[in-house]
Each structure stands twice: as C-alpha cells, then as structure tokens.
C-alpha cells in the first residue's frame, strides 16, 4: 500500500465538476428546502443569484438523490492506478498492524471526494451553471427566459443616462465637494442652494431632510420637506428638501445638492443617488461626498457630458487615535460619544452611566425626528454631556462632540456580524473634533484598539461600480413583473454599473401576482413601499391594504386608529411609530385619490406627533432599564452575552457536581 497511486485533490474535482454539468443538462433537479427535497421552478435563476450572493456556490444549491456516481468514478479510477492491489484484502502496516484494504481504501476515497467537491464548488461559476441549465429538455422555461433577457437588452439604451431625457435637455455643471467627516461640505452646498432661485436638498434620511428644510425655512428661505413617510408643505415654497428616494427627474431646479454620494455602491439603496446623479434636472449640481466616490461620480458625469469642477475640503481639526486603554464606565468623560450597534445595547449602557451619575442622550435609528432632535439638543444645551448611539451619529449629525468611543467593533449588516469596515471608522469616528468647539478630534475604543487605529490610518478602495434599479418602462413588458424582475436581475452587469439586489421586490410581486389583481405600475408601486416584511405586523397590515386597494376600498379601510395609550412602553412606542410611518406611505402612494385621503394623512401625522412626544417621556425610563439575571435578579454588565451572572452560573455548577 506504501506505493500505492492515489487520486489528487484536483482529480477528485475534474470527476465531481463533470458529472455535476452532466446531471445539469440531463436530469430532473432538486434543492433542498425545509428539510425535503423541491423540483426547481421558473424562478431558479433569481434563486440561484440569491443564493450566490449570500457567498455560496451554485454547485451546492442542487441535491442529488443517491450521488453515488463520481465516488464510483474515483474508485474506478484508483483500481485502475493499482492493479496489483486487485483480490487483496489485507496488508500488514508499518506498526505490524492488520489492515483492511477495502476500509482503508473507501475512507481515504470519500476524504479526496470530499476535498474535491470543495474545489469544483468553487471552480463552477454561476453564468456557467445558468449556461447549462439551458439545455436542460426538463425546464424549457429556462430558455424562454434568456429568449426575454434579450428582448429586455434591446430595451435599454447604451448609455443609462439616456433613460433621462429631461435632465439631458439642461445644461448641468456640476460642483463636487470632496472630504472627510466633518470638513464643512454640506454647509457651503446648501448655502448656494438657498442663494439660488429655485433649490432642492436630496438626503440619505429623513432626519437630514427635515433638519436642513428646518434650517432654510430659520434663514428665511421657504422650503418644503417630503419624504415618503411624512410631508410639510410651505405655501409658495421653491425650496425642497427631501430623501434622495422621492427625487423628481421631471422638475427643474436652479440649484440641486446630493448629499452622501458615496452611498452609490451601497447594495440596496446606491440606484438612488446613482438616479439623482443622472437624472437631476437642474442647473449646477453640488454632490457632498468621500473621497472614494470621486473617480465613479466624475465617470457617470462625463457619461452625461456635463461639465465638473472638484472643491476639495479638509478637516478644520486634527483627528488622531487617543493613546491608552478605555475601561468602561470608569474612563467616560464630559464631551465623549459611545458607539454601539443595537438599539438594546444603546439604552443598556446609557442606563449604566445613568447609575455613574452621568446624564446621557441616546440616539439610534429607530427614533423618531422629533425624539432624536429633543435628545440632540439636550446635548447641545448642556443638559447632557454624554450620547451613547448607534452609527447612525456617523451622517450628518454635527454635534459637539469632543471624542468618539468604540464600545463596539462589529456590527450585523443585514447577512451576518462582521467587523467594521475602513470607510465605515472614518465616517463614525470624523464626527470628533467639531470646529469650533474642539482643537482635535480625538478616537478610542474599549477593545481590538488595533482594528479601529488601523482603520483610521487606511485608505479606500476606490468605488467602482454605481448601483442601478430595473427601468420603471419595462413594466410594458409582455410578461409578468416577476418574471420582468427576474431577466432584468438576469441581466450581466456592464461598464460602470451594477445592478441593485431586488429580493425583496420579487417576493412581495409574488405575493400579489397570486392574490391581487393589479396593474404592473400599482404593482412595482406597491412593492417599492419600504417596510420590514419580517415584522408580522407590518407584512400582514401591508397585505391588509393590498387587498383593499385591489377590490377598490379606501387604502387603509378596516385599520384600526393608531395612537398613543397611556401605559405604553418604549418598544410599543415604537412600533406604533413605524405602523404609522407604513401607514402613510401606503396613503400617499396608493390612496392619494382617495375622497377623505387629506384627512387620512392629517390623522396620521397628528398620531405620529403624540406618539413621538410619549417616546421623548419614555426614554428617560428606558435610560433606566437593566440586564438582570434571570435567576437572583442582580444586574449585568451591559454587554454580558449570557442571562445569569457568574455567581449564579457557579452555583449552578457546584450544585451539578453533588
């Protein structure tokens, strides 16, 4: 057996890989879902994409029942290396141990085959696999589909920036201020915008817009706020500001600004500043963002053929990384910023320094504007002298903020927990330092110091691709929109762009293709609604109004009024907000012909306001809120990943033991 010719790594994976593309041309096909075995539908390719995008391979997206034949292959191929070997059935090892030849062949077989399939998972690429399942006789459909892939291509033009035919009739310059955090961008932006006769503001959120509509409307420049869950309209305004997803491409403007365009790339969201870079008609366009967008937004720009100058900012203080270690609570100090990831972890450390005798604001997320903007200005007052916040501090919150702790260096992004990101440190950590109020701008973290100093002192890679949504005009189609949804996914990226993930858009049209009957354009409408479809609250009230706008009932008819009770607590609270938020959103989209929809919103907004005053009342409680431990009640360190302290867990051993 020593000189015996064994089957490589790379042989295993030549066998594996080829009886994989045979089985794909030929046979049924089976994935595996909820424990049992599924035939693939006319969605696969969108599956599969999915699937690929999750970081896995196309090769173990199959199941195949009984794939016994490439280890059949291997053992074929190893009795052919070693005929000597054929009818023998023990050999003596060098420990003068009898071993069973057929064992020992078998398991060091199934190691290779095992080792193989690792390689051919990764050698297989989706475009090939998509490739063969097309001359799979089993699923026509497949075909069909590539046949409507290219009917969509013929659909599109060459050139992306022609799908905006009014921003191309306007002479565009474009003015792009380049900097770090906390460099002044934004501030020289919207100080031309207001200068200039007719203006509109696009932010990344809603607390943006309605911060800068609040500061033109102060400088004495009417200015209209609308994003999709709220509006306030300023009679005679020619001053908007708005979320860049509610961007108008057929109005004119004097003056735009897009603020935080390196969000071009993000996943889910880049198609919007990628559209308000394109197709924003107006006359000079400021865009505000980080360096490593520079080199993508100039490309599209000179795709447009507009015109471009560059304004490059620079921080007014220094930031540096605090030198030292940071123990929390013991090192907090008047000034500092904590950063943490969740909402829980926010309020469980405030109620920490709360016990210090610190006075916190807190600020994440989920807070309403007028919540996140009471607790801002308790900072700002002087009534607080410390934020803990989650990294939505880290766009456009300028406050005084004199150094930034990292009490957290990972974060969930929606796919799984990682660790933060060079580009993402910049962003949170440039918030220290305000002019003004700060000589330098300091940065520390309570541990893996070495993650957040060498993310500071990174470079970006540049950005190279812009996001891009599915064209609104292929709902005309001679398909159904998920089938429209799926080709346009199916579609290879080009040139500068990418396209953005539509998961969620081709579930939802799902959903409605079998249980409404609605136009294509309700439909798209409908499915770009934001709400979190894993709430079962939400998903079932958005369900709720898809039906009713179906059979012709007013959008909201048979909801019950949402507002503020007495006894409600923060969680509820919040909940309710984001009811309400769902609640207009689905009103000025889909009902806004409603008879008594001015009403409705007007509802809305007035249930909105009290319960965002309840959730300023209630966090002054929920500062007050500890992990305690589920069996003696003592409290817990506010990151203690387990539900018992260490005394009880003790206990609880030394009991086990007797």
């Not at 022609?162 to 306007?170: D, G, Y």
């Not at 509610?246 to 004097?254: A, F, G, K």
């Not at 950590?429 to 070495?450: H, I, Q, Y």
Request: hydrophobic fraction near 40%.
């Amino acid at each position: 057996m020593r000189d015996a010719v064994w089957p490589t790594d790379e042989d295993a994976a030549h066998i594996a890989a080829d009886v994989f593309r045979k089985k794909l041309v030929s046979q049924r096909l089976y994935t595996k879902k909820r424990h049992r075995d599924q035939e693939i539908t006319p969605q696969i390719e969108f599956d599969l994409r999915t699937w690929t995008e999750s970081g896995k391979a196309p090769y173990d997206y199959f199941h195949f029942k009984h794939n016994t034949l490439p280890m059949k292959k291997l053992r074929q191929r190893f009795a052919e290396a070693n005929p000597e070997l054929d009818g023998l059935t023990r050999y003596v090892s060098q420990r003068g141990n009898w071993v069973n030849i057929p064992e020992h062949v078998e398991k060091r077989l199934h190691k290779t085959l095992d080792r193989g399939e690792r390689l051919a998972a990764s050698q297989i690429s989706l475009s090939e696999t998509i490739d063969l399942l097309e001359h799979n006789g089993h699923y026509p459909f497949i075909k069909n589909r590539s046949r409507e892939r290219e009917l969509i291509k013929k659909q599109i033009p060459e050139h992306i920036a022609e799908l905006f035919p009014v921003a191309r009739s306007v002479e565009r310059h474009f003015v792009l201020h380049v900097g770090p955090t906390n460099s002044g961008k934004t501030h020289e932006a919207i100080t031309d915008c207001e200068q200039a006769e007719t203006g509109v503001y696009l932010a990344p959120l809603r607390l943006l817009a309605m911060e800068e509509a609040e500061r033109m409307n102060r400088d004495g420049v009417p200015c209209s706020m609308v994003t999709g869950e709220e509006e306030r309209l300023i009679p005679g305004a020619m001053h908007m500001a708005s979320t860049i997803e509610m961007m108008s491409e057929e109005r004119l403007y004097d003056v735009a600004v897009i603020d935080e365009c390196q969000m071009i790339a993000d996943r889910d969201r880049g198609w919007a500043w990628t559209q308000a870079v394109l197709g924003i008609a107006a006359k000079t366009v400021h865009v505000c963002m980080a360096p490593e967008a520079q080199a993508l937004v100039t490309a599209l720009i000179e795709e447009c053929g507009d015109t471009w100058e560059v304004v490059t900012h620079h921080r007014a203080t220094p930031l540096e990384m605090e030198g030292g270690g940071f123990v929390f609570p013991r090192d907090v100090r008047a000034g500092d910023a904590l950063v943490v990831f969740s909402r829980k972890s926010v309020l469980q450390a405030a109620s920490i320094l709360e016990d210090e005798g610190r006075r916190v604001s807190v600020i994440y997320g989920a807070l309403p504007y007028d919540a996140r903007r009471a607790e801002t200005m308790k900072f700002l007052s002087g009534e607080t002298d410390v934020v803990v916040a989650t990294d939505a501090i880290g766009m456009g919150m300028n406050l005084p903020i004199k150094r930034i702790v990292f009490l957290e260096t990972d974060k969930f992004d929606g796919m799984r927990h990682r660790d933060l990101t060079p580009a993402e440190i910049k962003q949170i950590a440039g918030r220290a330092g305000r002019r003004g109020f700060a000589e330098k701008g300091l940065v520390t973290s309570s541990f893996n110091r070495s993650l957040i100093a060498e993310g500071l002192a990174a470079g970006v890679e540049p950005l190279e691709k812009a996001r891009v949504s599915m064209p609104r005009f292929l709902v005309n189609m001679d398909s159904r929109l998920s089938q429209t949804i799926q080709d346009w996914q199916g579609l290879p990226d080009d040139g500068l762009y990418l396209k953005t993930d539509m998961t969620r858009a081709f579930h939802l049209c799902v959903w409605l293709e079998v249980n409404c009957e609605l136009t294509k354009t309700d439909m798209l409408r409908a499915v770009t609604i934001p709400f979190d479809e894993n709430d079962l609250g939400m998903w079932a009230l958005w369900r709720h109004a898809m039906k009713n706008y179906d059979k012709g009932r007013p959008i909201l008819d048979g909801f019950e009024r949402v507002a503020y009770q007495p006894g409600d607590g923060l969680d509820r609270l919040e909940k309710k907000y984001r009811t309400l938020d769902l609640m207009y959103y689905l009103q000025r989209s889909l009902g806004e012909n409603e008879t008594y929809a001015d009403e409705e919103k007007r509802d809305i907004l007035g249930c909105k306001a009290e319960v965002a005053d309840a959730i300023i009342r209630r966090l002054k409680k929920a500062k007050r809120v500890y992990r305690r431990c589920r069996i003696c009640g003592a409290k817990l360190p506010w990151n203690d990943p387990y539900s018992v302290c260490d005394a009880c867990y003790q206990a609880g051993k030394a009991g086990a033991r007797h």
